[in-house]
């Protein structure tokens, strides 16, 4: 009989208590973390966050907190959350101070007692009080200037750099614009531009073709002269041409020689283009595009 009731007595000393909820490791059961204790103006929050590990089967009474709300005339409890992972509960407080001291004061987060469940028994576990200072907004006596009452502004933020931004905007202005320009000069916005490439884009089209084209060669080069009159161009009309285009007085004779060509191809019949009436039209605009340039 005393056998027996020995080993009930060893075998009860080995179980886990309810007065004792620390976990396997045997660490404390209860860590309050805080932010730093002092600092504080009135309308701060200050955050406190309560970590409490236990055994297994003991589970936190969530109706044991604080609740949200006025907890005295100076103080509330703005935010209250609980995440549970395994055994350990982490309790996040969040108190916000409406004291205006008139110097620096301490004041005091109050504790509470935080319930522990197993089964039907039940344990209390005390979360101690947190002392802080809470600072004044202002000084208690003002000094005074010249101008009235001396007042000192908070310190500007620190300004962003905007370089990025700024090379951002550069750089999409100037495709903006390069666009535009573009476009203009596919639109006819810059007509002297124009002007400046009627005999370069005449002999892109003419390197593509032979004597049995000359119908659409000579076509090419009266569009070319066209264009820089302005209106068609007839034989009839050189001298008034060479009155508004002076520098293409020089190659007057090619343009002779171009014109009585173009009459006879057009409205003579049986006559036949060989390869060095079109080499002279290569030529002429050749000398044409040199005038263009300004290179002649």
């Known amino acids: 009989m005393r056998l027996a009731l020995i080993l009930v007595l060893s075998l009860l000393g080995c179980s886990g208590s309810i007065d004792e909820p620390v976990g396997a490791t045997g660490r404390s059961p209860l860590l309050v ?24 089967g003991i589970s936190l009474q969530t ?45 005091t987060l109050p504790g509470f007692t935080v319930q522990l469940s197993q089964g039907e028994k039940s344990i209390s576990q005390n979360v101690p009080a947190w002392t802080f200072t809470l600072s004044p907004l202002r000084e208690l006596v003002v000094r005074q200037t010249e101008q009235g009452e001396y007042m000192r502004p908070d310190s500007p933020p620190s300004l962003l750099a905007n370089t990025q931004a700024l090379y951002g905007l550069v750089a999409s202005l100037t495709v903006a614009a390069l666009i535009a320009a573009y476009l203009g000069y596919l639109y006819g916005c810059f007509p002297n531009m124009l002007r400046r490439t009627l005999f370069k884009r005449a002999l892109r089209k003419l390197a593509g073709l032979s004597k049995a084209d000359m119908e659409q060669a000579l076509t090419i080069v009266h569009h070319a002269l066209n264009s820089l009159n302005g209106q068609p161009l007839f034989s009839n009309q050189l001298s008034e041409f060479y009155r508004r285009n002076p520098q293409y007085l020089q190659v007057s004779s090619q343009l002779d020689c171009f014109f009585n060509y173009s009459n006879r191809y057009f409205f003579s019949d049986g006559m036949i283009a060989v390869a060095q009436d079109l080499q002279q039209l290569r030529d002429l605009c050749e000398q044409c595009r040199k005038i263009e340039r300004g290179s002649q």
Do not use: H
């Open 33 to 56: 973390k805080t932010p730093r204790p002092f600092g504080y103006v009135i309308g701060d929050e200050i955050p406190q966050r309560i970590i409490i590990e236990t055994r297994s």
């Open 63 to 107: 109706g044991s907190l604080p609740a949200k709300g006025q907890i005295s005339r100076w103080l509330n409890l703005n935010q209250v959350t609980v995440k549970q992972t395994g055994r350990r509960y982490q309790i996040d407080l969040l108190y916000q101070v409406f004291y205006a001291p008139l110097e620096v004061k301490p004041l």
